[in-house]
């Protein structure tokens, strides 16, 4: 039987990130997982440059039952920090909209920076280890079987991240752990994901698959989020629309501006001064593409010239290019779900530590817990900041 101090399950982003601030505290520390290699859902995000945090960082920004378990660890370790550590390394990077920051090569790099903090700090990464059982022993300590080996040690972390992308590895692994020793677990769905059409949307609007434009998107509580909206053969995606489904119900409604920053009257009342005898599908062509147009309105209704419209009519015009609202199917659930809502109930753990109240020496941190970031980068921060709460402390 070997012993360690802290023994992490899970080599991901939060894993890694506790196991080098455990180290240099002068922790014996093991990190296990089942994968072939670290930090697998790094090396994909960004689109392979890892969008790794965020420049503007708050607590507004994360979706928790308990909106101030946060506030903690962001405060105690902020994207400043993470970011001079990036540059420590060399890594180049660069900011794109919304404070977002991505690698200028590669994601790799930032696996490769956490695995090297982890060798210069002595924390120890075992790879392709399936964990069989775990359990807490009459000396508190607790045991990690595995199919290689039967490990002791005084402080266990689950760092096993959540159930969205199923492709990399991800499974309700650290929800069991939590549950077998008495922790609540809070109901999980998929978070930051594409939604999916009705069948009879999908035939109005499939041969719109390809189209971006710019959009204002909410949700029936009133967030809303201002980003690009994708039109795609199974539904709709882009920032705006993986913004909002954290917000979204099973068959609430969502509300599109398709006319973000312009008051929609205004803009028709200035085209029918001007220009009277135009058509309305010329007219919406100079603000949206031509096959939006015509998969959004009515064909009698687009052949008419502007000075055809009654009131009525130039009344729903604007309130359907400011506020058309669609009911979606559903989500593409985990499969391509960025994060995962819900998770190890936040008020079971210490906002300053991330150990469960109940249960001494055992820790969760990252994506396992309640806790999702936006888009852009907040996710990884909260990775990191509930990594190094958990470093400190174990």
């Not at 040690?153 to 590895?169: E, H, I, R």
């Not at 936040?346 to 396992?368: H, P, Q, R």
Request: charged content about 20%; aromatic content about 8%.
């Amino acid at each position: 039987m070997e012993h360690h101090d802290v023994i992490i399950i899970g080599a991901g982003a939060a894993g890694l990130m506790c196991a080098a601030t455990a180290g240099y505290r002068g922790r014996d520390v093991l990190v296990l997982d089942n994968a072939k290699q670290a930090g697998k859902k790094i090396l994909i995000s960004g689109g392979g440059r890892c969008n790794f945090t965020n420049q503007k960082v708050e607590p507004a920004n994360f979706l928790c039952s308990n909106s101030h378990f946060v506030k903690s660890a962001l405060a105690r370790y902020r994207s400043s920090d993470f970011i001079e550590l990036v540059e420590r390394h060399g890594i180049e990077y660069h900011e794109r909209d919304h404070g977002q920051l991505f690698c200028n090569d590669s994601a790799k790099e930032i696996v490769a920076m956490l695995l090297t903090e982890c060798e210069w700090a002595g924390a120890q990464v075992k790879l392709r280890t399936e964990i069989k059982a775990i359990s807490k022993n009459s000396d508190g300590l607790y045991e990690v079987i595995t199919d290689k080996a039967h490990y002791t040690c005084q402080s266990l972390v689950m760092a096993t991240g959540g159930l969205s992308m199923p492709k990399l590895g991800a499974s309700p692994f650290g929800y069991h752990v939590a549950e077998q020793f008495g922790l609540k677990v809070l109901p999980t769905h998929a978070g930051l994901v594409p939604f999916t059409w009705h069948s009879e949307q999908k035939q109005r609007f499939e041969p719109l698959s390809g189209i971006a434009v710019p959009s204002t998107i909410s949700a029936k509580d009133g967030t809303q989020f201002s980003e690009a909206l994708l039109f795609t053969h199974r539904g709709l995606s882009g920032p705006a629309i993986l913004q909002i489904s954290n917000y979204w119900n099973p068959g609430e409604a969502i509300s599109i501006n398709l006319l973000p920053g312009k008051d929609a009257r205004a803009e028709i009342k200035q085209l029918l001064d001007n220009s009277p005898k135009q058509s309305l599908r010329n007219a919406l062509a100079l603000w949206l593409p031509k096959r939006l147009v015509e998969a959004l309105f009515d064909e009698v209704l687009l052949n008419k010239a502007l000075n055809q419209l009654v009131h009525a009519e130039l009344e729903q015009l604007a309130l359907d290019l400011e506020a058309w609202s669609i009911v979606m199917n559903g989500t593409e659930g985990y499969r391509t779900a960025e994060v995962t809502l819900g998770g190890v109930d936040t008020d079971e753990l210490s906002s300053k530590t991330m150990e469960a109240k109940s249960v001494t020496g055992l820790f969760f941190i990252g994506e396992v817990m309640d806790v999702s970031g936006w888009l852009g980068g907040f996710n990884f921060q909260w990775a990191w900041s509930s990594g190094v709460a958990a470093g400190q402390a174990v």
